[in-house]
């Protein structure tokens, strides 16, 4: 298992990011925030990657090509701890 924890350039991206998404949610309320706004997060402790095989398919809209599907089970998992 690999771990995003340890990666400065992720942390730092990941705070970029949210520090972008308060300036501009703060701007476009000109300068009123309320406290429930600033609490609400969501939060994942690990990203499960399967692989599925791919198959023809019997999509009857597909408009170029053959329609094409996923198999049922996958043959292959990586869960990443975050």
Same mark, same amino acid.
């Given at each position: 298992q690999e771990s995003l924890e340890g990666n400065s350039t992720y942390r730092? =991206? =990941? %705070?970029? %990011?949210?520090?972008? %998404? %308060?300036? @501009?949610?703060?701007? =476009? /309320?000109?300068? /009123?925030? @309320?406290k429930n706004d600033e609490d609400l997060s969501v939060s994942f402790s690990s990203v499960e990657?399967?692989?599925?095989a791919i198959r023809m398919g019997d999509n009857p809209s597909v408009s170029a090509g053959p329609p094409i599907t996923i198999e049922w089970k996958h043959f292959n998992e990586k869960i990443i701890d975050i």
């Open positions: 730092d =991206a =990941a %705070r970029s %990011r949210r520090s972008l %998404r %308060r300036l @501009s949610s703060l701007s =476009a /309320q000109s300068g /009123q925030t @309320s990657i399967r692989e599925y």
